[in-house]
């Protein structure tokens, strides 16, 4: 939803000062004019520039969270099972289950 909202306010404002440049293009030609023009165009350009790359890093710092979020959901189950695992099957009366893993990683 951010990243929408960011696109389309950038996009907006670049648009925005576009058609003012138009506007003016129509009414009057000379030089000077012309110059003004072209610096409202490169400062459209750079504020859609700014929206899409922020909107780009939104996206990107989502994308890198929800992998983050579930790798560390993987690796907590893994270690899970594993303890159980241990814990049943190799185990002796009086060890925990890392002094077990510890015994067993000698072989």
Known sequence: MKVKLILALA???????MGE??????????????IEMTKRIIR???LIENGIV???KLIENGAV????KIENGVVSGYKKVEDKCVDI???KDDETIEETKTRLKKF
């Open 11 to 17: 996009i907006a404002a670049g648009l925005t000062v």
């Open 21 to 34: 440049i138009r506007a003016q293009s129509n009414n009057n030609n000379n030089n000077k004019k012309e």
């Open 44 to 46: 459209a350009n750079k």
């Open 54 to 56: 922020a909107g780009y």
């Open 65 to 68: 969270s929800g992998y983050k």
């Open 89 to 91: 099957l190799f185990k």
